[in-house]
């Protein structure tokens, strides 16, 4: 009979202020970071009371997210940990392809991970599921007109971001 390790993973999170709202950051006990949740947000995380508070484990990303907010930094160099279906894994890493101050439509998102034109509202559901907010740039994926469609953490903050990094698109 094989034995398993009896193995804990805790939640740990903190709060930091943003431009864009009070943001939930969650990690797992290794330090990586598993959400990145803004108020209001759809399908976003909420504070459990079992999680444990650990702020200082949140440094390197405090940082970085001020940095990114400064419009210092372009690409984030965090470690990151989220589990989704192997189709939304592919989704979440061709986002973190759509560089900074630019934006890519859910269309070229579909194309970039093979997936046919009719997968389009799969590629949007996958990219509406992303844990993280802004570390993996979902607000750059915008409409095939150019519109600004669709963002669980509302289309007012997609709007600052984009604005942020100097990526609207004319039409906007």
Not at 10 to 25: A, K, N, Q
Not at 62 to 88: C, I
Not at 116 to 129: F, T
Request: proline share 6%.
């Amino acid at each position: 009979m094989p034995q398993h390790a009896n193995v804990s993973q805790h939640t740990c999170y903190t709060h930091l202020d943003s431009p864009v709202g009070r943001l939930l950051l969650t990690a797992d006990d290794s330090g990586a970071l598993t959400s990145l949740s803004v108020p209001g947000q759809k399908g976003g995380r909420v504070e459990q009371p079992e999680w444990r508070h650990e702020p200082r484990l949140f440094a390197e990303a405090a940082e970085q997210l001020a940095a990114y907010f400064a419009g210092e930094l372009k690409e984030f160099g965090l470690r990151l940990s989220s589990s989704g279906t192997a189709f939304r894994e592919r989704v979440w890493a061709a986002l973190a392809d759509v560089p900074y101050g630019a934006t890519a439509t859910y269309g070229e998102i579909a194309a970039r991970i093979g997936a046919p034109r009719a997968a389009v509202r799969a590629v949007g559901g996958a990219i509406g599921a992303n844990p993280l907010l802004i570390v993996r740039p979902c607000h750059r994926v915008i409409g095939a007109n150019g519109t600004l469609t669709g963002y669980a953490g509302g289309l007012d903050r997609k709007l600052r971001l984009l604005t942020l990094e100097g990526a609207l698109p004319s039409a906007v």
